[in-house]
Antibody, heavy 117, light 107 residues
Framework: EVQLVESGGGLVQPGGSLRLSCSAS????????MHWVRQAPGKGLEWVSA???????YYRDSVKGRFTISREDAKNSFYLQMNSLRAEDTAVYYC???????????WGQGTMVTVSS | DIQMTQSPSTLSASVGDRVTISCRAS??????LAWYQQKPGKAPKLLIY???RLESGVPSRFSGSGSGTEFTLTISSLQPDDFATYYC?????????FGQGTKLDIK
């Protein structure tokens, strides 16, 4: 079964750090670009970051310099290191696979990140 | 950044109705557009990609159309399982951007 599973969410104080992980199974992970998408409570979807098969990375402006995306193909996993967290980063974070036609065809179940003192 | 605007924000309809949701891009994205369905507490699900191509396993009552800046998602005959929130997304260029969502609820 093709599947993505996130982990690493939790409660963190403003200014703190958190590392999210996304574990893939059921497909050839190394051949797909991957994404992180977030959804603040009661709000819409917001793309956060992407990583290509060759390690090229992309970020939305509001997280540049604070978040770092990386991948480890040998472990079928990719990550989002989040530093200098702010209250506005509070959201459910989903990992997603970039499908053949570049839409997001497989999603994880999401992991909640709460930034609060 | 490319802005995506959906209309309406909320839509009330009945089982069996034909419904249409619109999505407008702030600049041309040719056909680099997807539609997703999301139910409360669940991850989004891909319905349509490349503006009009039906994702495998998605019922044929869903269809998408459009190109350039104007796009439409149509559900030909609403079923009880279709009451959810729908999002369009452009992936013509980074940052990928989503519409604000259309909540489809039961009339």
């Amino acid at each position: 079964e093709v599947q993505l599973v996130e982990s690493g969410g939790g409660l963190v104080q403003p200014g703190g750090s958190l590392r999210l992980s996304c574990s893939a199974s059921g497909f050839s992970f190394s051949t797909f670009d991957m994404h992180w998408v977030r959804q603040a409570p009661g709000k819409g979807l917001e793309w956060v970051s992407a990583i290509g098969t060759t390690g090229d990375t992309y970020y939305r402006d509001s997280v540049k310099g604070r978040f770092t995306i990386s991948r480890e193909d040998a472990k079928n996993s990719f990550y989002l290191q989040m530093n200098s967290l702010r209250a506005e980063d509070t959201a459910v974070y989903y990992c997603a696979r970039n499908g053949v036609w570049d839409s997001f065809d497989i999603w994880g179940q999401g992991t909640m990140v709460t930034v609060s003192s | 950044d490319i802005q995506m605007t959906q209309s309406p924000s909320t839509l009330s309809a009945s089982v069996g109705d034909r419904v249409t949701i619109s999505c407008r891009a702030s600049q041309s994205i040719t056909t680099w557009l997807a539609w997703y369905q999301q139910k409360p507490g669940k991850a989004p699900k891909l319905l349509i990609y490349k503006a009009s191509r039906l994702e495998s396993g998605v019922p044929s009552r869903f269809s998408g159309s459009g190109s350039g800046t104007e796009f439409t998602l149509t559900i030909s005959s609403l079923q009880p399982d279709d009451f959810a929130t729908y999002y369009c997304q452009q992936y013509n260029s980074y940052p990928c951007t989503f519409g604000q969502g259309t909540k489809l609820d039961i009339k």
